[in-house]
């Protein structure tokens, strides 16, 4: 089995300069009894542009695909050193069809993102020895590719990560943009819209919330024209080394009961999603996300006093800080589930300028 050290010590090939690999939030609880068959590693937004499009958007600084790619080479040497000990995930907007400018729909669109970033998306799309074979989610900037033939066979809207036992804990993953309306709704109200959610388990796996016309206006109310930055992109981090061993294994944790609201951001839609699994059989004791640019893991329990994680994965492009005071850096987070232990990271130090 892969164990955190070992995927640490992959990171820091990728990354060897002083600093290059920073904790932000470590967690553990035997109680979660998290699947431990393999190691999972989770890619959050990374918004991948055409060539084309790229000068138009100066503020998102969508500068870090040289990073992902030396990132996803050092995985792939990873997996294929290591058979079916390892799954990578990306959780959704790999591309940005959303700020996409040529008009030519989104298929067209995809055809040329892809061909200008196709050593990344080779090695995400293939299996090892020549890449990661990762899992796609859908995200709202890039929904489309759920329902593209070339793209439909390894993308979904959400997907579960069983445990082998009945009594083990389920991880669900998801984009985390299904969240977004349900912030606002009154509890009967989030419930309900969670139970419609779950309805789109299917006997082949495929999920999707509303369908194509609901998702069009749903993504595009409100978009503004221009350069508009992603997500949030004045995150607080509060570590940048790794903690003493001896220290303990919450590190950087929100509690669900005394956090802020914005650092609970999604956690109660997430239980509230978590709960309506449960009535149908899936035992979800983590639910892991991405879309908010927001790097966290909030600890928090069901009524019935049993733990429940969100763990939010950040994302890659953006921009963040890791204590005040120190320079705004480029994003490049990235999530670790491994020894039923969870952990996130910052890969990479480049200040943002």
Same mark, same amino acid.
């Given at each position: ?145 759920? +329902?593209?033939?070339? +793209? ?175 320079? +705004? ?25």
């Amino acid at each position: 089995m892969l164990t955190h050290d070992n995927i640490l010590n992959t990171f820091r090939q990728a990354f060897p300069a002083p600093d290059d690999v920073a904790l932000v939030a470590r967690y553990a609880n035997p109680l979660l009894q998290l699947p431990r068959r393999r190691a999972h590693i989770f890619l959050p937004d990374c918004h991948l542009l055409s060539n084309d499009d790229l000068p138009f958007y100066p503020k998102n600084k969508f500068v870090q695909d040289a990073d992902l790619l030396t990132l996803l080479e050092h995985l792939t040497v990873l997996k294929k050193d290591s058979p079916g000990m390892l799954q990578v995930w990306h959780l959704g907007d790999i591309f940005d069809i959303w700020r996409a400018r040529g008009g030519l729909g989104p298929a067209a669109e995809v055809d040329k993102i892809a061909a200008d970033h196709a050593p990344i998306i080779d090695l995400l799309r293939d299996g090892a020895p020549w890449g990661v074979g990762a899992h796609l989610i859908a995200g709202n900037h890039d929904y489309q590719i759920y +329902w593209l033939p070339e +793209w439909r066979d390894n993308t979904a809207r959400y997907r579960l990560i069983q445990h082998s036992d009945p009594a083990g804990g389920d991880v669900l993953v998801l984009h985390g943009d299904i969240f977004e309306p349900l912030e606002n709704l009154l509890p009967n109200e989030l419930q309900a819209w969670a139970v419609r959610f779950t309805t789109w388990w299917g006997s082949a796996g495929r999920q999707d919330l509303f369908n194509e016309a609901d998702v069009v206006a749903q993504v595009n109310r409100g978009l503004p024209a221009g350069d508009r930055p992603v997500g949030s992109t004045k995150v607080k981090l509060a570590r940048r080394t790794l903690p003493d061993p001896d220290s303990g294994v919450a590190v950087n944790v929100i509690h669900a009961d005394t956090g802020s609201a914005k650092n609970k951001k999604f956690f109660a839609g997430a239980k509230a999603l978590a709960e309506a699994f449960h009535a149908r059989g899936h035992n979800i004791r983590l639910v892991v996300l991405a879309h908010t640019h927001f790097a966290r893991i909030v600890e928090g329990a069901f009524d019935d006093g049993s733990p429940f994680v969100l763990m939010d994965c950040g994302a890659w492009i953006g921009t963040c800080r890791l204590a005040p005071g120190e320079p +705004w850096i480029y994003c490049a987070q990235v999530g670790v589930l491994a020894e039923d232990e969870l952990r996130l990271y910052q890969l990479g130090r480049r200040v943002a300028g």
